[in-house]
């Protein structure tokens, strides 16, 4: 949070789950949980969702 109050916040999902193919930390109900992702929200900007697809 402080970094969004900074001006804005990345974060990304890369770690996967041997046990579920899934992003740590994302439930079967989660749909981006499927592929390994980047979030980025600038203050003034809406979310961007990257899902990373291949190999």
């Known amino acids: ?4 109050k900074q001006g804005g916040a990345y974060h990304k999902d890369y ?3 041997p046990k579920t193919g899934r992003v ?3 439930a079967e109900d989660n ?3 499927a592929f390994h992702h980047i979030n980025n ?10 899902n990373i697809l291949g190999k």
Request: net charge positive.
């Open 1 to 4: 949070m402080d970094r969004f």
């Open 15 to 17: 770690a996967i789950d």
């Open 24 to 26: 740590r930390g994302h």
């Open 31 to 33: 749909e981006h949980g």
């Open 41 to 50: 929200k600038k203050k003034r900007w809406k979310k961007v969702l990257i």
